[in-house]
């Protein structure tokens, strides 16, 4: 099979919404590793732009396809959506060479009778080109973002309702912009050995950038993966999102303290906490199936943490060794995901206003079992990887309000550059505003009653 009968077949399969497009391409490129590298990267880069564009190609076909997209065959508008992906995203491929290759897929997969259909409508959008409309901006500013930045209508309304109009954009733009990796370096390594790292790391063509909010965090492009990287099994780093760095570090950890995570996989959080003891006191990571809680073992091994305890437990049911236990109480709890829709970015298509609601409801039966861990006087880090206040700035409320909890200022712990927003113990980081993913965290400390 050549590269595009494979992004047809990844296409596919999504669109049986059975499996998320990140784990499915991973797969697919561990299956065929033997491919060339620049082979991979095309197949990457084409089958997750298509769809991320998915509403703004499907906006274009319907200007020049006598068939809706919704009436087509699902082979046929598999292919020509990532054929116009092509034709729009991708300049140094010959817009004919789409065209053919298209028709010989076509032709391959039985639909000979449509090669003369497929044909016409790419070689018509290829030539317009420059000519293709979209809704105005100005009349129809809400259906524009939706069509141009590929958002589903009512998420732009939601961002813009909760976030503002100018957010709102902010928002829309960073999801389609480049999503490079970030990681933690270990802060048991000397500033000198984490540079000595990341030159070797150079010397290989792999771009490497220090985050302006955290001294040990870096993000990294043009690698060939990360596990391929000097210094990933001597557990030197850990894949981790700024944001979810920012949670431990308002935490204010301190050496000999108790740190339970209750919904830890794949351990980025609970395993920082560990650090932050330097080798005191106890970190227990919990998830709620063996294949969840067998990664973030394996990511303990690897970093070499022995302080860490990992426990498969549901944090809906009470565990009675832990109530009163915490001193630290980390729960990023199950989310609708809005704020990682820049990497994973079927979530726009699978998520609706019902599913936000019975996540909301989830998250209470965790939440109401949960705060009996902490100790009179200790920290809940409350935290999400999404925006919406439903799930975070009124949950949050909701806890303080049900039980006995208060804000408490992160600012102290906090980069320059969010102390301010940090003060009131509620942070919103929103993509495109801030320099990471949408995530939401509170720390609320509980009444010593």
Known sequence: MNSRE????????????????NVLIAAVLEK?????GREKAFIKRVTEGTIERR?????????????????????????????????LFMEHIPDAAVCNEAVKLARKRKFQTLQGYVNGVLRNIARNKPDITYP????????????????????????????????????????????????RL?????????EEMLSLWEQKGV??????????????????GIRNLQGYEEGRFAVQDVSSMLVVEAAGIREGDTVIDVCAAPGGKALHA???????GQVIACDVTEYKTDKIEENRQRLKLSNV????????????????????LIADVPCSGLGVIGKKQDIKYRINRESMSDIVQLQKEILQNVVSYVKPGGIMMYSTCTMNPSENEEMAKWICREFGFEPESMAAYMPEKLQHEAETGILQLLPGVHETDGFFLAKLRKSKK
């Open 6 to 21: 494979l992004i047809l077949d990844i296409l596919l399969e999504l669109s049986k919404e059975s499996e998320y497009s």
């Open 274 to 280: 560990a650090t932050k003891l330097h080798g005191t």
């Open 186 to 194: 270990d802060e048991r390594m000397s500033r000198q050995e984490q």
């Open 55 to 87: 509403i703004q190609i499907d906006y274009v076909l319907d200007q020049f396809s006598k068939v809706p997209v919704r009436k087509m065959k699902p082979l046929i508008r598999e292919l020509l959506r990532m054929s116009v992906y092509q034709i």
């Open 207 to 224: 771009e490497t950038l220090r985050h302006p909010y955290l001294p040990y965090a870096v993000t990294v492009e043009k690698s060939e």
């Open 136 to 183: 105005d901006r100005q009349s129809e500013r809400t259906k524009y973002l939706s069509v141009y930045y590929s958002m589903p209508l009512w998420l732009v309304e939601h961002f813009s309702t909760a976030y503002g109009e100018e957010a709102c954009e902010k928002i829309l733009k960073a999801y389609l912009q480049r999503q490079p990796v970030s990681i």
């Open 32 to 36: 065929y590793d033997y491919l060339d």
């Open 309 to 328: 305890a990992v426990r498969t437990l549901d944090a809906r049911v009470q565990e009675p060794g832990f109530v009163g236990l915490a001193d630290v």
